[in-house]
């Protein structure tokens, strides 16, 4: 399994970014993908996720309406996009793979993990 995110950066307040998690191996067809976050000295949170083919997906509570996440089952690649981002969405955002085709909130739900994309928000 190769799990490959991009796309985080340096963004003002209100601006948006987005990220991409491209599955090389294809190892997520069948399988939901979620994104988590690690900020500095806290503990990895879950932000979104979203069902094997895309037809359910699951936010954060802090993210909901700001953050979109989809998947182009063609690309193997799963996206995130953050609008009106916040000073506290700064973090290390991951992609993982999930253990099944429904969307897990927990890390325990998750097998399989990208390497992470620093997102710094300047306030």
């Known amino acids: 399994v190769q799990l490959q995110a991009s796309g985080g950066g340096l963004v003002q307040a209100g601006g948006s970014l987005r990220l991409s998690c491209a599955d090389s191996?294809?190892?997520?067809?069948?399988?939901?993908v979620g994104w988590f976050r690690q900020a500095p000295g806290k503990e990895r949170e879950f932000v979104a996720a979203i069902s094997w083919n895309g037809g359910n997906t699951y936010y954060a509570d802090s993210v909901k309406g700001r953050f979109t996440i989809s998947r182009d089952r063609a690309k193997n690649t799963v996206y995130l996009q953050m609008n009106s981002l916040k000073f506290e969405d700064t973090a290390v955002y991951y992609c993982?793979?999930?253990?099944?085709?429904?969307?897990?909130?927990?890390?325990?739900?998750?097998?399989?993990w990208g390497q992470g994309t620093q997102v710094t928000v300047s306030s």
């Open positions: 191996r294809r190892t997520a067809s069948n399988n939901a």
């Open positions: 993982a793979v999930g253990l099944r085709s429904v969307p897990q909130t927990q890390t325990s739900g998750y097998i399989y």
